[in-house]
T-cell receptor, first 115, second 116 residues
């Protein structure tokens, strides 16, 4: 148990729709990151939120957006869904940026299927 | 550019034996951290072990140890006394200090199967 919880665990959406995924970080963790893991691949960094502001972004288009709330929980929003967005979406949390060894804990992920 | 390479798509090991999962990395940043995660079929990424680029000794966590060879840019995971529950995907990942973000670069993973 990492203390990072995600919802929903599974969902199916139609191409062109919008989706919101949610994440509650581990207690005391104020940094949340989101990753996309396509089938057979390693996770790819989407972006990170630190104290409610985006702080670092990977190579993903603007239709991938997010929010972090005062309690440090977070949302990932994806607009205009495409078939290639089908993947496991992982949320990760950590303490303040204290160095490269800052352990990052992951949730169980949200499986998104776009049809 | 930063890159993590895991050259073993799949590995088999007999129960109670030791196994080494390979990982090489590429970065010009002198400050970095290397992580290993286990991913069961449920999807959760479970943190196993961490090695810092300035750490003098190889990291160990219970049955897991990290064979860190900085000059060769390798960070192999050694699992001793394999158990059936060790069957899963294993990912090597790197985080750079200079990015200022919890941006982990992952390899493509190795699927470990423990045989009874």
């Amino acid at each position: 148990e990492t203390g990072v919880t995600q919802s929903p665990t599974h969902l199916i959406k139609t191409r062109g729709q919008q989706v919101t995924l949610r994440c509650s970080s581990q207690s005391g963790h104020n940094t949340v990151s989101w990753y996309q893991q396509a089938l057979g691949q390693g996770p790819q960094f989407i972006f990170q939120y630190y104290r409610e502001e985006e702080n670092g972004r990977g190579n993903f288009p603007p239709r991938f957006s997010g929010l972090q709330f005062p309690n440090y929980s977070s949302e990932l929003n994806v607009n205009a869904l495409e078939l290639d967005d089908s993947a496991l979406y992982l949320c990760a949390s950590s303490l303040e940026l204290t160095g490269p060894g800052n352990t990052i804990y992951f949730g169980e992920g949200s499986w998104l299927t776009v049809v | 550019a930063q890159k993590i390479t895991q050259t073993q798509p799949g590995m088999f090991v007999q129960e109670k034996e030791a196994v080494t999962l390979d990982c090489t990395y590429d970065t010009s940043d002198p400050s970095y951290g290397l992580f290993w995660y286990k991913q069961p079929s449920s999807g959760e990424m479970i943190f196993l072990i961490y090695q810092g680029s300035y750490d003098q000794q190889n990291a160990t966590e219970g049955r897991y140890s990290l064979n860190f060879q900085k000059a060769r840019k390798s960070a192999n995971l050694v699992i001793s006394a394999s158990q059936l529950g060790d069957s899963a995907m294993y990912f090597c990942a790197m985080r750079l200090w200079e990015t200022g973000a919890n941006n982990l670069f992952f390899g493509t993973g190795t699927r470990l199967t423990v045989i009874p």
